[in-house]
């Protein structure tokens, strides 16, 4: 009950404070101001968000070890890595799920506007990209061949870790081009296409440059 109650808390101060982000910027609102609209003081808002970048980018922190917990699933299923990551990406397009840059939502777009128009909110995502190739480096770890077809070449904690960079990369060039073809003005429908297919390409060169 202890952690529920304290993830309600985290939500309902992240979303007093991106209402206000929204509706003023990013860098006109300050800690104070976000504080008074969550009906608590600045000692207790940094408790829960060391930094203010960490008030938009809440959101980001259900998906940290999200690979890694794709890949301890699908290691259940028999799946090679790679396959139950994919798999997980192409069911994201089809939920429409912001995490793959495939939703026209006006409410998710709008938070990509603030999110990738604030250089410091770029700059803090880049911990929480760090942390998901973290996490998914040692999930994958000791994890087997990555495609099924024989062992990562090299000593693993580094091939891990090479490996985990670059699934997460890829992850992110396919949800900014889905973002961006979307803030051009083509809806989610249009996109899902050439996200399937973008996506399927994407896998099918981790496949072959990871394969041992």
């Known amino acids: 009950m202890r952690e529920r109650k304290k993830q ?35 000692p207790t808002l940094f408790r829960y968000f060391p930094a203010k970048e960490d008030l938009a980018l809440h959101r980001f922190a259900d998906h940290v070890d999200e690979a890694a917990r794709v890949v301890a699933d699908g290691r ?20 429409r799920d912001p995490v793959t840059g495939l939703s026209d939502d006006a409410d998710v777009l709008a938070f990509h506007r603030l999110l990738y128009g604030t250089p410091s909110l770029v700059a803090r995502l880049h911990t929480y990209v760090k942390r998901s190739e973290e996490e998914l480096a040692a999930a994958l770890d ?65 496949r072959t440059g990871l394969r041992a």
Do not use: M
Not at 14 to 28: P, R, V
Not at 76 to 95: I, K, N, Q
């Open 8 to 42: 309600r808390t985290y939500q309902v101060i992240s979303d007093a404070a991106i209402t206000l982000f929204l509706e003023k910027g990013f860098d006109q609102v300050s800690v104070a101001e976000v504080a008074a609209a969550a009906e608590i003081s600045k």
């Open 76 to 95: 259940a299923e028999g799946l090679p890595p790679l396959d139950a990551l994919r798999r997980h990406f192409l069911d994201g397009l089809c939920r």
């Open 142 to 206: 000791g994890s087997g061949p990555l495609d099924g077809s024989g062992p990562l070449d090299g000593p693993g904690p580094l091939a891990s870790r090479l490996a985990a960079g670059q699934i997460v990369a890829v992850q992110r060039i396919l949800a900014e081009e889905n973002w961006r073809r979307i803030e051009a003005g083509e809806s989610a429908e249009e996109v899902l296409p050439g996200a399937v297919a973008a996506a399927d390409l994407a896998f099918g060169q981790l």
